[in-house]
């Protein structure tokens, strides 16, 4: 089992940037694969990234490539969310999750995921 803890969100102007940081408990942080997902006010949660176990691959959503980059430093149990140029349709709650079910790389789907964080809100004024 992990335990999740998002930290880093906040109010930003539009073009701004903010790095998001999901703490992870246990030591089995390795083994899980990560992902990334944002809920807006009156919207299903939507799928932002996702990276492997050991890093190797990610995935961004078609509306943050090119501007997110989605990191993870296993040796201090911490996934990361490098967000760049932020638009104010970025503005919802960011949540990490954390899955070991699947044996898909980078999962899209929130259902895939086991272990959820609280969330952090990000909100990008125009």
């Known amino acids: 089992q992990v335990q999740l803890r998002e930290s880093g969100g906040g109010l930003v102007q539009a073009g701004g940037s903010l790095t998001l940081s999901c703490a992870a408990s246990?030591?089995?942080?390795?083994?899980?694969?990560l992902g990334w997902f944002r809920q807006a006010p009156g919207k299903e949660r939507e799928f932002v990234a996702a990276i492997s176990e050991r890093g190797g691959i990610t995935r961004h959503a078609d509306s943050v490539k090119g501007r997110f980059t989605v990191s993870r430093d296993n040796g201090k149990n911490t996934l990361y969310l490098q967000m760049n140029s932020l638009k104010p349709e970025d503005t919802a709650v960011y949540f990490c999750a954390a899955e070991m079910a699947t044996n898909l790389a980078t999962p899209v789907r929130a259902s895939d995921y086991e272990y959820w964080g609280q969330g952090t809100q990000v909100t990008v004024s125009s």
């Open positions: 246990g030591r089995t942080f390795r083994w899980y694969g």
